[in-house]
Every structure is written in C-alpha cells, then in structure tokens.
C-alpha cells in the first residue's frame, strides 16, 4: 500500500483545514481510514478527506489506512498552526497542558519595549522568543526539563 498525498501548509488559528489522503492498494480492493491520533474536532471521512478547524495548538497527526486484504498502514504528519497576533492587541490564545503551539508578531524596527505576559500574568517559563532572520539564535528563552 502507497501513500501518495502530502499534507498541505499549515494552517492559521481559526482556518478550516481540509487534507485529502490519496492511497493505492496492490491488491485493487476498497481502502478504510480511521484517525489513530489527531487534535479534538478532526474528522475522517470513508473518502480518506480530513476536516478540523485550527485550533491554537496542532500535533502530530496518524492516519490509519486499511487495506482489502487487512494490510495496514499508518500515514503520520505534524500539524503546526500559525498564530498571526498584532503588536497592541491583547490575543488570548490557549491549548492544553504542554501543549505546543506557534504564535507570530511583528515587532517593529526600533521598538524600545517588548512584553510577552502568559499563563495569567504569571510568565511562562517555556517561552522562546525567536529572531526569524536568525532562527538559530534566541532573543531570549527559559527552557526547563
């Protein structure tokens, strides 16, 4: 059994995202697919198309596929959602205990203050702040274990 389809980008906070996943079975017969693991909300239909509305924090995605003569394949991808905010906009954006989402903000040149609050007013000390014209440096992170 082949998996020929690629997921699309990904999405935006609040996107509808729409994914069909193309199979082929050697053996001609009529293929099944389930959702082993995907975000709450995500539907399979009998037709491998895939629905889910973003939501702030993606994963990984495994697509169980089922062949005629019961040979199984699992189809996994990452899902990243994209959280687009706007400097002097509050955004409330959430997702369960450690969770991973990505949210992105343009600061303009010459800014004097920048100030992330999280969890409440509480901080996060899980936060990594990255430079997209260095991805390899961070402009300032707490990472812990």
């Not at 959702?35 to 009998?46: H, N």
């Not at 889910?52 to 699992?74: D, H, L, N, Y």
Request: glycine fraction near 14%; charged fraction near 20%; hydrophobic fraction near 35%.
């Amino acid at each position: 059994m082949t998996v020929s389809s690629k997921p699309p980008a990904n999405p935006a906070l609040g996107d509808s995202f729409g994914y069909k996943v193309e199979a082929t079975d050697p053996d001609s017969g009529g293929l099944q697919y389930g959702l082993v693991e995907a975000p709450p909300g995500m539907t399979i239909d009998s037709a491998g198309q895939i629905r889910w509305t973003a939501t702030f924090v993606g994963q990984p995605i495994k697509v169980a596929i089922i062949g005629a003569q019961g040979r199984k394949v699992i189809h996994g991808f990452n899902l990243i959602v994209d959280t687009p905010t706007k400097m002097g906009e509050k955004s409330t954006i959430g997702g369960p205990e450690r969770g991973v989402g990505r949210a992105s903000i343009v600061v303009p040149a010459n800014t004097g203050l920048f100030q992330v609050t999280l969890r409440g007013g509480t901080g996060d000390a899980d936060l990594a702040l990255v430079d997209p014209r260095e991805p390899r440096s961070h402009i300032g992170a707490v990472p812990t274990a």
